[in-house]
């Protein structure tokens, strides 16, 4: 039973017998930072049911508490708040009923599973600081669901077909000479993404020379023989041209294998994988069930829609008039697929951008339209874009900032501010690297998901590596501090005392600073619950940096190797440890890791 169960009990308790009264709710919320107490009652709500002075009523209750309640120490009332202040041997207990502080909040996994999808790139270019957002997004939301008990499956569709395939394949075929990864030495999907800039150039320059044979700028950009070039491949392609389809394997493979290195490299993982060139035929015969059921209806043409205007929505066109699918079609037959693949899936997470929340309201809806009971458990995790102080990026132009670049840009920067700390001198060449990645990818991960989900980002690699404020390396660096005093603290033989006595109320006269913390680790269930409801790493986020702060200010005023006291010191060594332990916890969701020194 819960403390606050117990607090909420006794407080409707308090009015019926004080007032006679029957309360139906009781407003709790955290005290006050500039108030003392740790709980806080709010009184005006129940002013519905009691007549009266709001302070007195306070009072009253309160020392209905102190003489029915444990755990409740003292009391105040500020207006109508009655602040409770709860003993030392409340906290005490609770931190002496954590065994393990590593696996503390998190809650064992359930049978009905969640497929998360994320990333879902085009094979025609490298990975961008947008699929950066995409992928740390969608990865942590993952570890977060399964800490939350969720069986979770992460997945991606790989966009491999279509015309901006064959913008890649027309230019290399056309001015490639043959060139592989092996004989460039370049990834391979950065030199198809080469290609793709090659196509656009190429087609600007016939779109110009048309313009000035004094064709329309629309009547040029179909005209160009390249673009006509790239709409023939594809058709070949869809025909099975084995000459087609052999280039098609063979410059995906390049792209599927340069995708690889940039996921290992960040950090992600995937448990299944979806291809568009093998999904996007499906949903045809889930266009036959929805004209059976009057979930779509044809058109004159032979097209079919569904009416979605009832809904605040318009008419949505499912299936063209020639019989070819569209996106909606071959994302309707996935998400059957992907059910149908795994039937124990209740629902589904797409992270996919803000500029898709009107095609995922749309999908979404003809679901559940459809009777599918899953459909009640989808989710679109929109997120907002990724700018630079530089501007807007373009995949076309060449002007995107690439992933891998990306990842060794924030590396360099945290070595050349490492360096100026000049804290890693006894530290080998290897460790020095390994460490830079590490802060770099970490201040990385971080900088993006301590943002809402929802908002933009304007991304300054230099501020997310600075050692202070909120942000990654602030935290990872309060890690490897605790590393060092629980070193410190083994070399010592502090934890030699007993346990069961160094933890006793009786024996420990906690300082405020500990109090606080214990506090705050109290949350870390909640938080990850909340989290989990919200698809929202930030809120781990900055729950991590609130810990690391107050655990900052209870290391600089209170004294934890310093004490003379044996049992106060190993309590708070314990504490220290329990602290790294959730930090480290709190940073796993986030896809962090954290440094045993720096």
Partial sequence: MSLQYTLETQIKAAVKELYDANLENVELQPTRKDFEGDITAVVFPMLRVVKGNPVQIGEAIGKYLMENVSEVERFNVVQGFLNIVLSDSYYLDFFNSIEDFSSFGKVTQGKEALMVEYSSPNTNKPLHLGHVRNVLLGYSVSEIEKAAGKKVYKTQIINDRGIHICKSMLAWERFGNGETPDSTNLKGDKLVGNYYVKFDQEYKKQIAALLEEGKTEEEAKVQAPIIKDAQEMLRKWEAGDEDTVALWNKMNGWVYKGFEETYKSIGVDFDFYYYESDTYLLGKDIIEEGLKKDVFFMKDDGSVWCD???????????????????????????????????????????????????????????????????????????????????????????????????????????????????????????????????????????????????????????????????????????????????????????????????????????????????????????????????????????????????????????????????????????????????????????????????
Avoid: C
């Fill in 308 to 598: 979605l205007t009832d809904d605040g929505l318009d008419e949505k066109l499912v299936l063209r008039n020639d019989g070819t699918a569209v996106y909606m079609t071959q994302d309707l037959g996935t998400a059957v697929q992907r059910v149908k693949d795994h039937p124990d899936v209740g629902g589904m997470i797409y992270t996919v951008g803000n500029e898709q929340d009107y095609h995922f309201r749309v999908l979404f809806l003809i679901l559940k339209k459809l009777g599918y009971t899953w459909a009640e458990n989808l989710y679109h995790l929109s997120y907002g874009m990724v700018d630079l102080p530089s501007g807007k990026m373009k995949s076309r132009e060449g002007t995107v900032v690439d992933a891998d670049d990306l990842i060794d840009q924030m590396t360099e920067t945290a070595r050349k501010i490492s360096e100026e700390l000049g804290k890693i001198d006894e530290f080998s060449e290897e460790e020095k690297e390994e460490l830079y990645k590490m802060i770099g990818l970490g201040a990385l991960k971080y900088y993006i998901l301590k943002v809402d989900p929802k908002k933009r980002i304007l991304f300054n690699p230099e501020e997310s590596v600075d050692f202070q404020g909120n942000t990654g390396p602030f935290i990872q660096y309060t890690y490897a501090r605790i590393q060092s005093i629980l070193r410190k603290a083994d070399n010592a033989k502090v934890s030699a005392v007993e346990p069961s006595t160094a933890l006793s109320a009786s024996s420990i006269e906690m300082h405020p600073k500990e109090k606080e913390l214990i506090k705050i680790l109290q949350q870390y269930p909640e938080t990850i619950q909340l989290a989990a409801e919200n698809y929202s790493p930030a809120l781990i986020a900055n729950y991590t940096y609130d810990l690391v702060k107050e655990f900052n200010s209870f290391y600089q005023n209170v004294p934890i190797l310093a004490t003379q006291n044996e049992i106060e010191k190993v309590f708070r060594v314990k504490l220290s440890g329990a602290i790294a332990e959730v930090i480290k916890s709190a940073f796993a969701l986030l896809g962090i890791q954290v440094p045993e020194r720096m």
